[in-house]
């Protein structure tokens, strides 16, 4: 069978979120993933990018998924009407991020130990509305169980197939 046309967006995006992945400074104890999150632009197979992020990339032990909300939660009105420019003027960012998906290379966690959210309940409550994911987190350090979270909670889980090993490998980077 081969890859449709949206597959292959889907994949795009994916790759983007390797790239950010990548810009990861790597940790022993913890994984380095990516995190895209687009909004749709009416009339076009493309979406738009809203935000980006990594892990650890804000301060703290953070991760990829929250930051990527985190940094569109801090994008000015006039930034957002850039990114959305059919959008009405009054259009507010957590009005976008009901219309984003998420791409991320790993699933989103479901605990953390740390006291920040976990990135599935961040997701959640963004009432982002698809999460494509690059691969599985492995039980490396928890038993993830962020996409069951996010599917529970009315969230369209997209797995990706294709690039799970890259997604796996640039994890694993600190280990
Ligand atoms: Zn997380």
Redesign the pocket.
């Known amino acids: 069978m081969s890859a449709t046309s949206e597959d292959e967006t889907h994949l795009m995006y994916l790759h983007l979120a390797l790239d950010e992945a990548r810009k990861c400074v790597p940790s022993p104890t913890a994984f380095c ?1 990516g995190a895209v999150l687009t909004v749709r632009q009416p009339g076009e197979c493309n979406a738009a990018v809203l935000s980006t992020g990594y ?1 650890r990339e804000l301060p703290g032990n953070t ?4 930051n990527a909300l985190a940094k569109a939660r801090q994008l000015t009105s006039a930034e957002l009407q850039q990114i959305m420019p059919y959008a009405a003027s009054h259009t507010t960012i957590d009005d976008a991020l009901s219309q984003a998906d998420i791409y991320t290379t790993m699933e ?2 479901s605990v ?1 130990t740390s006291g ?1 959210a ?3 309940d ?1 997701v959640i409550s963004a009432r982002i509305r698809r999460c494509f994911i690059g691969v599985g987190e492995p039980d490396d350090f928890v038993r993830c169980e ?1 996409a069951e979270k996010l599917k529970a909670a009315g969230v369209e889980v997209i797995w990706l197939s294709g690039l799970e090993k890259e997604c796996l490998e640039v994890a694993r980077a600190g280990r």
Not at 63 to 66: L, Y
């Open positions: 993933v892990s991760h990829a998924e929250a989103p966690c953390r920040l976990p990135c599935a961040a962020g």
